[in-house]
């Protein structure tokens, strides 16, 4: 089944704008195998400082790229989407620092 989400929860502040023009992210470095991230190219991004508070940014998932110096960890690459902001998700699904969204 196609993943369809991600909820991270992004309290260091590694997120960064890569083309202002296309309103183009890239997350911070997160431990997601490549076939997870592969499945979600075109799903959701949602960035939360907790995991039971709304996120706080998101948008469309466009690609991923493995981080160069911590090899078991990929970097997204998103476009900011205003509805992916202010975001409520269950509780049940939660990791340390990660939900994935399969429906």
């Keep these: 089944m196609k993943a369809c989400a991600i909820h991270l929860i992004e309290d260091l502040n590694k997120m960064v704008q890569?083309?202002?023009a296309?309103?183009?992210f890239e997350s911070g470095n997160w431990k997601v195998g490549p076939g997870v991230a592969n499945q979600l190219i075109g799903g959701r991004i949602y960035l939360h400082k907790f995991q039971?508070?709304?996120s706080f940014f998101g948008g469309e998932i466009l690609g991923w790229?493995?981080?160069p110096t911590e090899t078991q960890r990929i970097v997204f690459k998103f476009k900011s989407l205003p509805e992916c902001k202010n975001v409520k998700t269950t509780k049940e699904g939660w990791g340390r620092e990660k939900k994935i969204d399969r429906k």
């Design 22 to 24: 296309e309103n183009l």
């Design 65 to 67: 790229r493995v981080h």
């Design 18 to 20: 890569i083309d202002k």
């Design 52 to 54: 039971k508070e709304a």
